[in-house]
């Protein structure tokens, strides 16, 4: 089991989807990770879209979907369930862990969707984020 943020934000009535590079198939993929202790799921995801994505904001506490993917660790494949958390993007940040390692990018929704390629994930970019309101809830701005 995994746990994804699906950052978003909403510009000039448009919704935008962050994508970042997986490290080893620089695929475009949305930041996830395995869980952490003492942090409740959702929590992970917003620390994955940190590490990850440079990207501060507060994943909702219940996700909007899952999906399945084959994870390559090593020579081994592991079948990872993943459950996606929306999070509204409040800042975006010039130096964060995995800058060197991976590449992010701003998608309109629905090319966000075409970009990836596990279907399960497309889907919940369509079904999810393309139904947010126009102008998303955000916390502070700390970063």
């Keep these: 089991m995994q746990f994804a943020a699906l950052p978003y934000r909403v510009v000039e009535g448009r919704t935008e989807v962050l994508l970042v590079t997986s490290r080893e198939t620089r695929r475009w993929v949305i930041p996830k990770g395995w869980p952490m202790k003492g942090k409740r799921p959702h929590q992970a995801a917003t620390r994955e879209a940190f590490e990850e994505a440079g990207v501060k904001g507060e994943a909702a506490p219940a996700p909007v979907g899952g999906f399945t993917y084959w994870k390559k660790l090593g020579r081994k494949r592991l079948l990872c369930t993943v459950e996606v958390f929306l999070m509204a993007v ?3 940040l010039k130096v964060w862990p995995e800058r060197r390692q991976r590449k992010r990018r701003w998608f309109p929704a629905e090319e966000a969707a075409a970009q990836v390629e ?10 999810s984020v393309l139904s947010v309101p126009p102008e998303p809830k955000s916390s502070s701005d700390q970063g």
Excluded at 118 to 127: F, K, M, V
């Design 118 to 127: 596990e279907p399960g994930l497309a889907a919940i970019i369509r079904e």
């Design 90 to 92: 409040t800042a975006e």
